[in-house]
């Protein structure tokens, strides 16, 4: 009987040994793989998120034109980003390897955005500063793209380029996502 427990416990050893194996074996095998796909879908996500605001861009709460600034990398502009009554200003732009946005909420009457500030990570593991692709590409309303970042009030539509790669020493290659966004409240101005 103790001879039957001991080969019974020796087997579900060896078993488990081999299960515990394989799975660490893939883990390894396929760690990039993994990590790349999570990078892309994270950015798919944040992506996402910056068209569905860029496409709400509206008029501050103080009267500002929806439009603050543009640049290859930053952008920032007016929408309303909650759930509450006001326009809040927003940031999105290239920190490093993350794209990154701010929020300023408004406050006071008049109304002024000297409210709180937060920074939120929108998409990690990005390489466009490395590989040398703008962020961001503007577009007029006869479709002509935008070079002077001083043309704020031409701004009728926004590409986003993101350049996404987990670890640039390991195959495969970046990945380029490409998304765009019309300014709504801008269209037909």
Known sequence: MLLEVLVWISVFILAMGAIVSSIIFFYRANRVAIGQADAIASAQRGIDS????????????????????????????????????????VRYFLSGTAIMRTTTHVTGDPPAYTGTQTTDTVAPYVRNASGGVSLFTYYDNVGAAITDYARISDVRFVTMNV??????????DALQMRSSAAMRNLVGQ
């Open 50 to 89: 910056m068209v569905r605001t860029l496409r709400e861009a509206a008029y501050a709460s103080d009267g500002a034109y929806p439009v603050v600034s543009l640049g290859a990398n930053d952008i920032q502009f007016y929408a309303n980003v909650d759930s509450d009554a006001f326009v809040e200003k």
């Open 163 to 172: 350049l996404v790669d987990v670890d640039v020493n390991v195959q495969p």
